[in-house]
């Protein structure tokens, strides 16, 4: 996107020197140096013919081209300026446009680079009388000595105007890159504000889908579901009493365990999406969150679990359900990763605002690109499941301020780590 505007520009900065040299020939009566002027704008336009061609044939233009565009403009500038006028020359505010360009386009580095060296060249003019300037005099016979007295006086009297020419062109120049340099980065922060507000508004719009999925499952399913684990117990009371204790009761058992499971993955949806259906947010320690996540667990997944806790006496004021599903999904998730019989950890830890789980499997690991996409919905690495788990665990951290982050280990597992604000989850 940079590229079609330097060309604009360094077109319209060859205009511009086509059109000084005739309004000084025509209006002034004044005869330029045409041959070193005409080798200037010709490089000039041979270097556009060559951009253009690039742009047309979609080359790509690194921040290090623009750069070296932007420095050679800046000597092909401080060329043409020397030989028709040098400092005096009152089109030197030609520069301008190259520092703002470079502020605008390149990085702050790169932008007071080419101020330094606008600045230098500039410097320079005062220090290399143009010959211009000098055939001019020359021209006006200076063999007269009151002519020559005259041009003494109007050199000492321009002297000081020069000098507060080149110490206001310095002033302008600094203050145009560091406000403009500022106002980048602020431009740069807003429009990753805007991006980030954009995920989060995404984020917002697919936790109302999942919660009006949710309701509307819980709504449609909870008639059928009432009517087979009434129809279950019954039939577990039936067989028990009629002394069955063979496959027909185990079925029917696996027909109640599974419609209570039913149950708390409509749940367990609508609570990630931010429903927590009623649940009392309760005061509990860290030790009894860990009780209740081993609990539900089986005696095989139990013994594979290694747990860990430093903050065990404390308190924290939240839902206690979410919280211990939440972590237990991502301790199954570990179990499921590792071999048998190799351990997950579950270490709790607390920082100055943080309270943290880390949760360490001992699998095959993911790849850095696949632990970016997990915690999407619908995205599952698993044959089964609807890839909801870890989207919604991310979710329930970032409602009390936390986060979920996922780091593969090479070859060692994969270490998730859930976090809450300490500020969300105790008591004033």
């Given amino acids: 996107m940079a590229l079609p505007w330097l060309l604009m520009l360094r077109w319209g900065e060859v205009l511009c ?11 002034m009566g004044l005869a330029v140096p045409i041959l070193p002027v005409s080798a200037i704008i010709f490089f000039e336009v041979i270097s ?29 500038l401080t060329g043409f300026l020397y030989v028709t006028g040098g400092a005096i020359n009152p089109f ?35 220090y290399f009388p143009s010959p211009f300037i000098t055939a001019l005099a020359l021209s006006r016979n200076m063999d007269n000595p009151a002519d020559i007295q005259r041009i003494d006086c109007l050199i000492g009297s321009f002297q000081l105007h020069l ?19 500022k106002i980048q ?13 954009e995920k989060e508004r995404e984020r917002n719009e697919r936790l109302a889908s999942l919660a009006t999925f949710a309701a509307g499952a819980a709504h449609e399913l909870s008639t059928p579901l009432s009517t087979v684990a009434v129809v279950s117990c019954e039939m577990i009371h039936a067989l028990e009493e ?29 609570a990630g999406a931010g429903e927590h259906l009623g649940e009392e947010i309760r005061e509990f320690t860290i030790e009894q969150a860990v009780q209740q996540i081993l609990a539900e667990l089986t005696a095989e997944q139990q013994e ?23 972590v237990k999904g991502l301790v199954k998730n570990g179990l499921e ?23 360490r499997d001992q699998g095959d690991g993911i790849d850095s690109q696949m632990a970016s996409l997990v915690t999407e919905p619908f995205f599952t690495t698993k044959g089964s499941g609807l890839g909801l788990g870890l989207f919604l665990a991310r979710s329930m951290a970032e409602q009390f301020g936390g986060g979920l982050t996922i780091e593969p280990l090479e070859g060692q597992g994969t270490r998730v780590v859930l976090t809450l604000a300490l500020e969300k989850i105790r008591k004033n």
């Avoid at 556009?48 to 092909?76: A, C, E, G, K």
């Avoid at 000098?163 to 340099?181: D, H, P, Q, W, Y």
């Fill in 17 to 27: 020197q086509i059109v000084l040299i005739v309004a000084v020939w025509l209006v």
């Fill in 48 to 76: 556009n013919l060559y951009l253009h061609y690039r742009h047309h044939h979609n080359f790509q233009v690194s921040n290090l081209m623009i750069l070296v565009i932007l420095l050679l403009d800046t000597f092909l």
């Fill in 92 to 126: 030197v505010f030609l520069y301008l446009i190259h520092i703002v360009t470079g502020a605008i386009i390149l990085r702050e580095r790169c932008s007071w680079l080419i101020t330094a060296t606008t600045l230098l060249c500039y410097s320079l003019l005062f």
């Fill in 163 to 181: 000098k507060g020419m080149g110490g206001a062109f310095i002033v302008t120049s600094l203050f145009i890159v560091f406000f403009v340099s």
């Fill in 185 to 197: 980065k602020a431009l740069t922060r807003h429009r990753i504000e805007l991006q980030a507000l």
């Fill in 242 to 270: 009629q002394g069955e204790d063979g496959e027909l009761l185990e079925d029917a058992r696996l027909i109640r365990k599974q419609v209570a499971d039913c149950k708390e993955i409509l749940y367990q949806m609508a």
């Fill in 304 to 326: 594979r679990v290694v747990v860990t806790i430093e903050p065990g006496n404390l308190k924290i004021t939240m839902p206690f359900r979410s919280l211990c599903r939440t």
């Fill in 337 to 359: 990763a590792s071999p048998y019989p190799r351990p997950v950890t579950m270490y709790w830890f607390t920082t100055t605002r943080h309270l943290g789980v880390e949760v």
